[in-house]
């Protein structure tokens, strides 16, 4: 399996909901990120996991909680999250340590905040 | 510090043109620099990576990159473009793989378009 999933596809919430983004992946990846992608420009960093524990944080609202429950799963909490937060949420996975260095990115989901 | 910087916001080509994507590099370390694409409404894909190996590489459906440390510059070609081949690219660099979590530095992107 080399591939990287996310769900749901596409997610629509109001700003006072909860929800959740999946992403898991079956490549033995021990380096899971999140991004947030804007139309027309490139993914933005939130954060990344390396070993399940949290690496990097950059600088992201309380609003957006990550999860790494365990080495192929990925979740990012949402709540009362603003319109200015719809975008995409594009999910990646890489080997660890020393490995290869290259990203492997999921679809991505669909975020629209009303 | 890392950055990429690719030239030409938007690319219109023929089909069967050469297609010619711009990307320039700064880099205080050895550079990992890698070649992404993105259709409409998706994920991006992976299609080329330099890691010091050989200074030409290919990648997928066609794609090629050249790196030359001279002129700083890792930019990607197609001999002949294809209508399939309309999408956002991105040019990213990052450093040596480290234990930690690696970040990858991302280009604005250049959207391509493949003419009749």
């Known amino acids: 399996d080399t591939e990287v999933t996310q769900t749901p596809k596409h997610l629509v919430m109001g700003m006072t909901n909860k929800k959740s983004l999946k992403c898991e992946q079956h490549?033995?990846?021990?380096?899971m990120y999140w991004y947030k992608q804007k139309a027309k420009k490139p993914p933005e960093l939130m954060f990344v996991y390396s070993y399940e524990k949290l690496s990097i944080n950059e600088s992201v609202p309380s609003r957006f909680s990550p999860e790494c429950p365990n080495s192929s799963l990925l979740n990012l909490h949402l709540h009362a999250l603003q319109p200015e937060d719809s975008a995409l949420y594009l999910c990646?996975?890489?080997?660890?340590?020393?490995?290869?260095?290259?990203?492997?990115f999921g679809p991505g989901t669909r975020l629209t905040v009303l | 510090a890392q950055s990429v910087t690719q030239l030409g916001s938007h690319v219109s080509v023929s089909e069967g043109a050469l297609v010619l994507l711009r990307c320039n590099y700064s880099s205080s370390v050895p550079p990992y620099l890698f070649w992404y694409v993105q259709y409409p409404n998706q994920g991006l894909q992976l299609l080329l990576k330099y890691t010091s190996a050989a200074t030409l590489v290919k990648g997928i459906n066609g794609f090629e990159a050249e790196f030359k440390k001279s002129e700083t510059s890792f930019h990607l070609t197609k001999p002949s473009a294809h209508m399939s081949d309309a999408a956002e690219y991105f040019c990213?660099?990052?450093?040596?793989?480290?234990?930690?979590?690696?970040?990858?530095?991302f280009g604005t992107g250049t959207q391509l378009k493949v003419e009749l």
């Open positions: 490549m033995g990846h021990r380096a």
């Open positions: 990646a996975s890489r080997q660890a340590g020393t490995g290869g260095n290259e990203q492997f």
């Open positions: 990213a660099v990052s450093g040596r793989p480290t234990g930690g979590g690696n970040k990858l530095t």
